[in-house]
């Protein structure tokens, strides 16, 4: 499947996908890596965010239907957003001093704005409103998407060894399992600096629970997994032996 079929394959509006397209220069396809199944449908997948690149390259490269889970606040308007984007985003977890933060968000917010309606994002909340996010989640996984989550608690930044996840996407499984889904969870870990998407086998959420095993016990067990992935490394893909011949031949 091209660039082209990839980015048609998501179920985006037209005026999105032409944005999508100018934005794959910034965005190099990366390698992705199976260690078991490809992503099949109706399935969670959880990542590790790596700032804006693990997104967009879901986002852009993902062969499969793929809605994702958002702050609230991105999703709220253009007001919003950029007390988001300037306070916690920019200045909290990029460690950007927040005068700049600001300065640059009078700019990047309006753009950002329009990004994120494109990308229908499904909202998340800390409170009540949650019970919304999950009852819109499951019926995105019963049409056939897959829900992807960035769960990181990410208050000291965006770092390669993730320091925790929050548990929203196991109760969003274990609400599937108790009407009759048992969702497979894919975990992975965006590479960026070697440009590699290391994506797991699945795994069923009737699986993660046996034995009793709570939200948080699940949570962290797939939080080490993730970070195994991130500490893996691979032989030169036949693309970047391609590469590294072409250079050499020039």
Not at 126 to 150: C, Q, Y
Request: hydrophobic letters at 35%.
């Amino acid at each position: 499947m091209n660039k082209k079929q990839i980015i048609n394959n998501q179920d985006r509006k037209g005026w999105f996908k032409f944005m999508k397209r100018l934005m794959l220069g910034r965005y190099k396809e990366p390698e992705f890596i199976f260690l078991g199944e490809k992503f099949s449908n109706s399935a969670i997948i959880i990542s590790n965010h790596e700032g804006t690149d693990a997104p967009m390259s879901m986002e852009l490269y993902c062969d499969k239907p793929i809605r994702f889970w958002g702050a609230h606040e991105m999703n709220s308007g253009l007001v919003s957003l950029y007390k988001y984007q300037t306070r916690v985003y920019y200045h909290e977890k990029k460690h950007w001093n927040i005068h700049l933060a600001r300065l640059f968000c009078l700019i990047a917010s309006p753009i950002t704005n329009l990004f994120y309606k494109g990308l229908n994002l499904i909202s998340t909340y800390k409170d009540a409103r949650l019970v919304k996010t999950l009852r819109e989640s499951m019926e995105a996984l019963k049409k056939g998407d897959n829900i992807v989550v960035f769960p990181e608690d990410s208050k000291n930044g965006y770092l390669e060894q993730l320091e925790g996840f929050f548990a929203g996407f196991v109760m969003l499984a274990e609400v599937c399992y108790k009407r009759g889904m048992d969702v497979p969870i894919f975990v992975t870990y965006f590479k960026r600096k070697e440009l590699k998407y290391v994506i797991d086998a699945p795994i069923k959420y009737s699986e993660l629970a046996k034995g009793g095993a709570t939200r948080a016990d699940i949570a962290k067990r797939l939080l080490d997994r993730c970070n195994e992935l991130g500490r893996m490394t691979f032989d030169k893909t036949e693309r970047e032996e391609e590469k590294e011949l072409k250079t050499a031949t020039k």
